[in-house]
């Protein structure tokens, strides 16, 4: 009887023990809860790679953080969500160079009109001195930090008037991001612009508001713009991108290795989303005829030749040795 009431003393300890395991294991690692946002659809690669991303760097690190990721400007506008990095009301966002440039201009000259030739050109400059430079100079003003660089896709025309010269937009009432590099373009070829949020462009289109606009096909397709609209000018005036940037607190408080796992998965989802990108980009000049609408190729020399005549780079504090420099990335 003895050593039945020592085994049960005995079982009883070791179940005490393993409870206490357990509880102070659960609060060793207890879990990071964040906030990912964007403004973009739930269809497009943007978001299907962040949620990918986000689960990933869960399986990375043990479960030590969980991040919900936030599509579709649930969060707020592009504008918001880059503040939300300074208020703490998010910790990671998707968002351009531009938005990036409103605390350090010269980082915006990547959106300059004609800046790059192709999406490789694009991606060798996220390689580069350049980008480094350019990156660092953004997190010293900013507090926060570039982690990825995803392509956006080259951004084109689509309008309700037929165009095939930069002369045609003269007068054109075209919404353009509220963002100075973007109003380079249309401003130089006589366009009325009108900074329209993004979540409002459809309607704006629709009801005649804004008779053109101007973003990558794939966004022309995604948020069905092709539906209120009759023409793709195909004037690639900017190849676009998107940045994974982490907020500079969250940023601070990680490891080593954790800044290593966080860099790692999100580069890997930009390449995801990217190559995403660069194929259906090739399918939707096809898509856009198939759906009625007239595609036009327009002579980007004109285009280009018209924008470095009249829009000086310092008309937006960017520094033009930077854009002579990545026309030397190869």
């Not at 629709?206 to 023409?231: C, D, M, R, S, W």
């Not at 009625?292 to 009249?310: H, S």
Request: aromatic fraction near 10%; proline fraction near 3%; glycine fraction near 6%.
């Amino acid at each position: 009887m003895e050593e039945k009431s020592v085994l049960k003393k005995m079982t009883m300890v070791l179940a005490v023990s393993a409870v206490a395991m357990c509880a102070t294991t659960n609060v060793g690692m207890a879990q990071t809860k964040l906030k990912w946002a964007h403004v973009y659809e739930t269809s497009e690669p943007f978001h299907t790679a962040s949620v990918w991303a986000a689960q990933e760097i869960g399986k990375r690190t043990n479960g030590r953080y969980a991040i919900d990721v936030y599509p579709a400007s649930q969060l707020g506008k592009e504008a918001d969500i880059n503040q939300g990095l300074s208020l703490g009301s998010v910790d990671i966002i998707i968002s351009g160079s531009s938005f990036a440039a409103k605390s350090f201009p010269p980082i915006g000259v990547t959106y300059y009109p004609y800046t790059f030739r192709n999406a490789d050109h694009l991606l060798a400059y996220t390689k580069s001195d350049i980008f480094k430079e350019l990156a660092k100079g953004y997190e010293d003003k900013s507090g926060h930090h570039i982690i990825a660089v995803t392509y956006y896709g080259v951004r084109q025309t689509s309008s309700n008037k037929p165009i095939k010269s930069c002369a045609d937009m003269k007068g054109l009432k075209m919404r353009v991001p509220d963002v100075p590099a973007y109003l380079a373009m249309p401003r130089a070829c006589g366009a009325n612009t009108a900074p329209i949020a993004f979540a409002e462009v459809y309607l704006a289109l629709q009801n005649g508001t804004v008779e053109a606009q101007e973003n990558p096909l794939t966004t022309i397709e995604a948020k069905k713009f092709y539906e209120v609209q009759k023409h793709i000018v195909l004037t690639g005036h900017i190849v676009d991108h998107l940045n994974t940037v982490v907020a500079g607190a969250l940023w601070k408080k990680l490891s080593d290795e954790d800044k290593k796992i966080f860099t790692d998965v999100a580069q890997e989802a930009a390449a995801k989303a990217t190559g995403e990108i660069k194929q259906n980009e090739a399918k939707l000049v096809a898509f856009f005829k198939d759906k009625g609408l007239t595609v036009t190729e327009v002579d980007k020399n004109e285009f280009r030749d018209t924008v470095l005549k009249n829009v000086a780079f310092e008309t937006f504090g960017y520094r033009k040795a930077d854009w002579e420099r990545i026309q030397d990335v190869k």
